[in-house]
């Protein structure tokens, strides 16, 4: 299985008037963590884009289990959790010097420019090849 | 049971490349919620915290059920879903002229300005009994 | 001279570990502000961009006055400070129960969907008639 | 003079409907700008804080060049610009592969705990003298 490590500090715009990271800035994380996956596999997302394929997020989650601080240096850890026809999840998990902060999970359909949903096998088979294998824990794809 | 209505104009800053809302922002709109459902029990969020409450996001979650576009006129829509002794979960709705955007959960730990947990029932009687007067559909509380 | 009054609430993503407003949000609520202003107007930023027109922003500043805490009630007034072939003005004021909590400016280019400047009296000589009329206090337009 | 170069991706989160960076988050990299040019003094932020000086915007601005766009490596480059005895000014410029995208400044007050100012040669002679020396080119300060 490829995992993916990418490294995050904590910026003031991040914390809230509790002293502690916004609890919505996780989300944006794990955006990082799942372009940056991608990117570890070969690919970009941004690349995909102009392919004309979507991955918007469908369904999200997140729990927090350890606050954040300003400056502090997190770690998000990314992963392919499910890939089916038409959708895949990604599985995170931010920690700080090895304590964990936080963990979630994001849901994506494909889509193409018009947002309609796409069958990845049919619409980008080497992408649905390489999806898999990343999978399989064979990163070589 | 207590709900409450609130609406909220997507911001250019709102959007994405994509053209669509950011996913992370519904986490936001569903901290407004929540802030006007406690407003709309008489109370007000700044004042629990001036008296030594707080109420940390321990858990949230959200599905993306039709994308938002700037300028859209949403509704928020906010209300209590369970109180325990130590935590509470409020549920919501995002719409858009009626149809339905996005829904989610939040669910929050009771602490005291030391971040350590409390019983809301001994921390704060009034507030647990207009909980669960708000619970059981009596505003009044 | 048109001027708009827009109100806005702060919101806890808003502050950040200072306790108080994190001062690029102010950018956030300027766009609040212009939009309100143009909808003022009898007009939609919305439709202008569906009619070929954008307005990016090319140059903007803010003083911080009095910090601004959160759940705070704002009012953003707005005016249109100049207008010239190719760009415009919009000046800001952040109010909280009277007091100056900041102020500033932004300037935008009048540029098409390909992001190329447009002498705005060509492009849409409507807007441009509304824009003077406004600049010169006479929201009939 | 000490110069900071800090690289920044540029986020899905930082685009807007227009497809480029939205205009707030440049005052968003030029924080990180600064903290990473404190810690190439060899001092942390986070650590002035916690000796009770902080540093709140009191005024900024930034002209807009060139869009960025998703996933660009843009470099923020960092210098101080002025120092006074109850204030200063950094300056700015972001550059993607050599070009230049925006520039700015932010000035900053000396303040305290309470939020109310104070010279800095009295309060940390130490970071008075550091910054000095910045200024005139000698890093080792």
Redesign the interface.
Known sequence: MLINKTDI?V???D??????V????Y??WF??GR?EWIRSLGL???DLEKGGL?L?????????KT?A???DELTVITWLESLRPVRLTFSYEIRCAGQLIAHGS?EHAFVNEE?RPVVLRKKNPFLWRKLSRALENDPAG
Chains 1, 2, 3, 4 share one sequence.
């Open positions: 500090r910026r003031y715009k914390t809230d008037a509790m002293g502690i916004y609890y919505a800035n989300l944006v955006e990082v372009t970009s997302y941004r979507f918007p997020v469908i369904k999200a989650s997140c729990d927090y606050p601080h300003y400056d994001t947002g």
